[in-house]
């Protein structure tokens, strides 16, 4: 018993210490100037620019589907007009994020590992360290960066293409009153929604890319071991921003209570 | 007596339960090119990545230009790090980056802005290793001969004091081998650099070697010139030049 629970524990710890350690190298790097501009402008548009469409798509018709959902529920207790504030609180403040990073983590975090990976199996990262070059300050900073911009407003980006497909659903085609619907979202949405959804698309920004350089860092054994690497990284990064999320929101709700309008 | 550049003290390194390095003991000095023969898997390109701090050995000390530098951490080693080129044996170009980008990074990573100064010493470095004319192709389209002059023209863009070549002329016909090879002679005679050598192409040795070293067991079975290593009768030096494994045919 005590051999299983060490077997998985011990590479857990070692995983997360491993983490931590990168995190903290990467914001130290950066508190210290070594920061690539080039580089960071050129991830901000790979993560930023190039998940366009993934995110327009995921808020538009996640929007989309939970409005004609909560329609159908609600009608029948002539609640139509709540429709509007419910779907948008609930993109604000779990779906939006969410949505985002999970699609973020498929994407870039994905992308970030395979090519961090091949270059660690090429022998492209000794290259950078015998020039003298930290991988850490080259790869990880540029991309920490990016990513800590890029994410909270691919989140917002998210939420409003939600709250928008929300609208035109709800009062064009499901014909609820196009006044109410939006009277009663600026009553129930607040500044505080919005901070929410930003800090928890920061953190999930943070998770991801740490986990995808980590992985690619330690990549070993080939082509095989960038493909395990890869895959290790979409789970991985999935599973933490789920977990990462409940914790957020019971923590968040502290400083942002729900309920108090 | 002349101060060795690089003192290597009783490395001993482990992978796993195999012991590669067993208290290798070697010295490389200033202007030299020494060659590091032994058979394939012997651990010579794990010794090599030892002298730019790529491993971190179990025991034993490696000195450079009096400084030990197996205890600096990662940031402390990018000093000594400038001070070394090291050719690695597929070249490890950043398949990103065309040709002159690779051979340009040094230079922009070590501050230098000037557009023109960098175009020029990359047009040097390119023909100094017959690669002009190339600039803008990627690596993905170059041969294993090329691959490896364009990395040693980043190697050398900043002139290093120590060049360390892992496998220079593995897996290139022999035409392209001997280019390779006047390439190392031409750099020592042109730009004065120590040169260490890992290889078990003993054509090559002979074209380029001041010392021959052999690794055998993990330790440094020989050392000693060219024409030394073509007499000896040390039986295990006499297998590897004459290219005996010592297996039985049936």
Redesign the interface.
């Known amino acids: 018993m005590l051999s299983i629970l060490n077997g998985l524990l011990a590479p857990l710890l070692t995983t997360l210490g491993e983490l931590a350690m990168l995190a903290w190298e990467t914001i130290c790097s950066i508190a210290r100037g070594r920061v690539r501009g080039r580089l960071t402008l050129k991830q901000i548009a790979e993560v930023g620019f190039g998940s366009q469409l993934v995110v327009v798509v995921t808020g538009a018709f996640t929007g989309a589907v939970f409005t004609a959902q909560a329609y159908f529920q609600f009608a029948s207790l002539n609640m139509e007009t709540a429709v509007g504030p419910v779907v948008a609180l609930s993109m604000f403040r779990e779906l939006g994020p969410a949505l985002t990073g999970l699609m973020v983590a498929g994407r870039v975090g994905a992308a970030m590992t395979a090519e961090i990976g091949t270059m660690k199996v090429t022998q492209q990262i000794d290259a950078l360290r015998a020039l003298a070059v930290n991988p850490v300050d080259y790869l990880v900073v540029p991309r920490a960066l990016a990513m800590f911009i890029s994410m909270p407003l691919l989140v917002v980006e998210c939420v409003g293409l939600g709250v928008l497909a929300s609208y035109y659903v709800g009062v064009h085609v499901l014909n609820i009153n196009g006044v109410y619907f939006f009277a009663n979202v600026q009553r129930f949405a607040e500044g505080s929604d919005i901070m929410m959804a930003l800090i928890k698309g920061f953190v999930f920004g943070g998770l991801i890319v740490f986990i995808s350089c980590r992985e690619g860092l330690c990549a070993k054994d080939g082509a095989v071991g960038v493909g395990r690497a890869t895959t290790a990284t979409v789970v991985t990064s999935s599973l933490a921003i789920l977990i990462a999320n409940f914790f957020l929101t019971m923590a968040l709700n502290i400083l942002f209570p729900a309920g108090q309008r | 007596m002349i101060e060795p550049l690089i003192h290597v003290q009783n490395l001993v390194q482990r992978i796993g339960s195999q012991e590669i390095l067993r208290g290798l003991t070697l010295d490389l000095f200033p202007g030299e090119t020494l060659v590091l023969l032994g058979k394939s898997g012997g651990g010579k390109s794990v010794f090599l990545?030892h002298l730019?701090?790529?491993m971190r050995p179990v025991s034993g000390s490696i000195v450079f230009e009096g400084q030990e530098i197996t205890k600096l951490k990662?940031?402390e080693?990018?000093?000594v790090?400038?001070k070394?080129g090291?050719l690695?044996?597929?070249g490890?170009?950043?398949?990103?980056m065309n040709v002159f980008d690779n051979v340009a990074?040094?230079l922009r990573?070590r501050g230098e802005k000037a557009v023109a100064v960098i175009r020029e010493k990359v047009a040097q470095s390119l023909a100094m290793v017959n690669m002009a004319g190339h600039d803008h192709k990627m690596p993905v389209n170059l041969s294993g001969g090329m691959r490896k002059r364009v990395a040693l023209a980043?190697a050398i863009i900043s002139p290093p004091d120590v060049i360390l070549y892992d496998e220079p002329t593995a897996g290139l016909d022999p035409i392209v081998s001997d280019s390779i090879n006047r390439l190392i002679r031409r750099l020592q005679r042109e730009l004065s650099v120590t040169s260490l050598v890992v290889t078990h192409d003993l054509v090559s040795c002979n074209h380029i070697a001041d010392r021959v070293a052999l690794l055998d067991g993990g330790r440094i079975h020989f050392l000693g010139t060219p024409a030394e290593l073509q007499e000896t009768r040390d039986p295990i030096v006499r297998d590897f030049v004459d290219g005996r494994s010592g297996e039985t045919v049936y």
Do not use: I, K, N, T
């Open positions: 990545r730019v701090g790529l990662e940031r080693l990018e000093p790090r400038r070394v090291m690695f044996q597929d490890a170009l950043f398949d990103s990074f040094p990573e980043r």
